[in-house]
């Protein structure tokens, strides 16, 4: 079930809610203020950062994070208000501690890891600003380190490992 179907009252003006069929599905409606839950999902962004030798960028998920002790590509949520391309240099800034320029976009997929969560997940080629940097791990990140696509740590994603597939054969 989507989330938010289980809500009983209004966030607006605090009325009983009944699930109405709006395009195709129950959605839980106000009938005394016109109130909608649409549950939509979340987008998330990832920098993709490729070393010279055409190795990536992945970082170890903190024990507190979905996926703890796996590895992905530097991610997380878009801010509201936030520019898709910023999050993904934010997010690279902030579980790696490297600032890159983000081009473009090598993946669009849904993610279904976390069911009470789903999310739109966009990919980012993105360049390290200086090639020198160093990654060190960040917020939600205990370990940086760059790997050949076609030989990954364990993942948190599902969807990274179709990318990181892609890209071993040359994508």
């Known amino acids: 079930m989507a989330r938010g179907n289980d809500w009983a009252w209004c966030p607006t ?21 016109g109130f909608v839950f649409f549950a939509n999902p979340g987008v998330g962004a ?10 990536v960028l992945l970082v170890q998920r903190a024990p507190d994070q979905h996926g ?7 991610c997380g949520f878009v801010e509201w ?20 320029t ?12 976390d069911p009470e969560k789903p999310t739109v997940g966009i990919w980012f080629a993105a360049e390290l600003v200086d090639p020198q940097a160093t990654p060190v791990a960040g917020d ?11 030989e990954p ?16 054969r040359g994508g």
């Open 13 to 33: 003006c605090r009325g009983r809610l009944a699930h109405v069929a709006r395009g195709g599905r129950p959605r839980p409606t106000c009938a005394a203020c």
């Open 81 to 100: 208000g936030e520019d898709v391309r910023a999050a993904a240099a934010r997010e690279a800034h902030e579980e790696a501690r490297v600032e890159v």
């Open 102 to 113: 983000v081009g473009e976009v090598l993946q669009v997929a849904s993610n279904f890891h």
């Open 153 to 168: 740590p364990p993942l948190a994603f599902p969807t990274d490992a179709t990318l990181l597939a892609r890209l071993a």
């Open 140 to 150: 939600d990140a205990v370990a940086v380190g760059w790997f050949d696509p076609s």
């Open 46 to 55: 990832a920098a993709v950062v490729r070393n010279t030798a055409g190795r």
């Open 68 to 74: 703890a002790g796996a590895w992905c590509f530097p």
